[in-house]
């Protein structure tokens, strides 16, 4: 089966963004059905769809991250392909427009899975990514929301694909959250913990607090659930659960199984999500 699933972030969201960002995220699972429906590789769809959201100034990735404490963008994003095992990360880069992008050039790449900084940065301009000025990132919500000091928010966006060969993969891409230290990493830029792909488990992506999802190795943790004999929507269920009853944290995930069934589940307010399947009729809006 043909499969994209793809998240917006968990947790609260302004009444009057709620309509548009779940317009956003079935346009951003269109994209990437695009690419499969064309015979396109499902790594190439998640980056496609998530892509898409790294654009959108409703979305704490790419364009409207969130701000470190110092008042500038540090942004992370991790691509894996589960036919391979090949992983592609990057961390704390600034005035890269499409981070999910770079992070597939380290996977091409081939020589780490996880580079940070102006190291990464480098590597976007090796490879002809789009590049831009660190403060054109900054959108005047996210410049407010850090001089009001409010409480850290999360939105990160991702998405997961299984293709006609049925290969799995899986992508996320984030601002982080408002108020953290510079060089601060959190689990979209962490293999296991945010991103994971595997053809033989399943493919997930994790949105909320980063430091818990990286502590509890949340996706890994849900596709364990699936080798198990969980269904997607029950392993999704569980591994949030278990993330809540043992560190007290809410949050959200993506999930497709080897067969292309769909998982979402969130412990938080809202996160929109959206999905598509060549079983089902449609992009499937969730909320």
């Avoid at 380290?106 to 590597?123: D, F, K, M, N, Y």
């Avoid at 510079?182 to 792909?197: F, K, M, P």
Wanted: proline share 3%; glycine share 14%; net charge negative.
């Amino acid at each position: 089966m043909t499969a994209i699933a793809v998240h917006g972030g968990a947790g609260a969201e302004a009444p009057g963004e709620r309509d548009a960002r779940r317009a956003s995220v079935a346009r951003a699972a269109e994209e990437g059905w695009a690419v499969l429906v064309a015979g396109g590789h499902a790594l190439d769809a998640v980056i496609a769809a998530v892509a898409v959201l790294e654009d959108d100034p409703l979305f704490n990735a790419g364009l409207g991250s969130v701000l470190t404490v110092d008042g500038v963008v540090e942004m992370d994003a991790s691509v894996m392909t589960g036919d391979t095992l090949e992983a592609g990360a990057v961390g704390a880069v600034t005035g890269v427009c499409s981070p999910v992008r770079l992070a597939r050039a380290i996977l091409v790449e081939g020589r780490e899975v996880l580079l940070v900084g102006e190291p990464a940065q480098q590597l976007a301009r090796r490879h002809g990514l789009a590049t831009c000025a660190p403060e054109a990132l900054i959108t005047e919500e996210a410049r407010r929301r850090w001089q009001e000091r409010r409480a850290p928010g999360g939105e990160t966006v991702g998405a997961v694909a299984r293709d006609a060969a049925g290969h799995l993969a899986a992508a996320t891409s984030t601002g982080g959250v408002t108020g953290k230290r510079r060089g601060r990493l959190g689990d979209s830029a962490v293999i296991g913990a945010g991103t994971y792909a595997d053809d033989a488990l399943g493919a997930g992506s994790a949105t909320g607090p980063g430091e818990a999802i990286i502590r509890l190795c949340l996706v890994r943790s849900a596709l364990d659930l699936l080798a198990r004999g969980a269904d997607a929507p029950r392993a999704a269920a569980e591994s949030l659960a278990t993330l809540q009853g043992r560190l007290g944290a809410a949050a959200g995930i993506v999930l497709l199984d080897p067969r292309g069934d769909v998982g979402v589940a969130h412990t938080t307010a809202s996160m929109p999500a959206a999905y598509r399947r060549s079983s089902t009729a449609g992009t499937v809006v969730l909320d």
